[in-house]
């Protein structure tokens, strides 16, 4: 069974950084492309990020203006995504998603929760 | 604003049929196959069609997906209540990257 388990989520500072982790299981990793989907309380998905199963390509939405940086260690399993000078917009649930056939999210994490306040 | 256009809700009673519209252009539903997804109150969310009209392994046929054009539907029949749940459009769009639709609260009334 494929699993995916996000981690690192939490309160912090406006101005803060944040390191978010998802590690996958039941598949091999490297195979996949994968993505970061955001959930901000009462709203809907917002597609984040993107990077391919190499790790060598990635691709981020526009509005995040460079302060998140997408990554993967394949000898690990795992994605990470680097949130640097977080606002209060960010705050948010942070899914991971791994990308199946015709770039659809076929399997979905539980999500972390991320709160960025004073 | 979303990219993809949805409905903000639907509803139906227990046991017919509802579908939900989800309008985008030629950069992405156009051009793009269209997946949809379910989520739970209080869950992540769920594939429910990918490929435009395919379902996942599990996934009932009451669920369906179509497509035409620059817009999509997804069609619920025989309505349960634990249908209940906010559904999402979402596609790559050649000049954004990927791009879901607002969201579609489903009432089963």
């Known amino acids: 069974e494929v699993q995916l388990v996000e981690s690192g989520g939490g309160l912090v500072q406006p101005g803060g950084s944040l390191r978010l982790s998802c590690a996958a299981s039941g598949i091999t990793f490297s195979n996949y492309a994968m993505r970061w989907v955001r959930q901000a309380p009462g709203k809907g998905l917002e597609w984040v990020s993107s990077i391919t199963g190499r790790g060598d390509r990635t691709f981020y939405t526009d509005s995040l203006k460079g302060r998140f940086t997408v990554s993967r260690d394949n000898s690990k399993n795992t994605l990470y995504l680097q949130m640097n000078s977080l606002g209060a917009e960010d705050t948010a649930v942070y899914y991971c998603?791994?990308?199946?056939?015709?770039?659809?999210?076929?399997?979905w994490g539980k999500g972390t929760t991320v709160t960025v306040s004073s | 604003q979303s990219v993809l256009t949805q409905p903000p809700s639907v509803s139906a009673a227990p046991g017919q049929k509802v579908t939900i519209s989800c309008s985008g252009s030629s950069s992405n539903i156009g051009n793009n196959y269209v997946s949809w997804y379910q989520q739970l109150p209080g869950t992540a969310p769920k594939l429910l069609i990918y490929?435009?009209?395919e379902r996942p392994s599990g996934i009932p046929d009451r669920f369906s997906g179509s497509k035409s054009g620059t817009s999509a539907t997804l069609g619920i029949t025989g309505l349960q209540t634990g249908d209940e749940a906010d559904y999402y459009c979402g596609t790559v769009d050649s000049l954004r990257g990927w791009v879901f639709g607002g969201g579609t609260k489903l009432t089963v009334l």
């Open positions: 998603a791994k990308v199946g056939d015709y770039s659809c999210m076929d399997v």
């Open positions: 490929d435009n009209n």
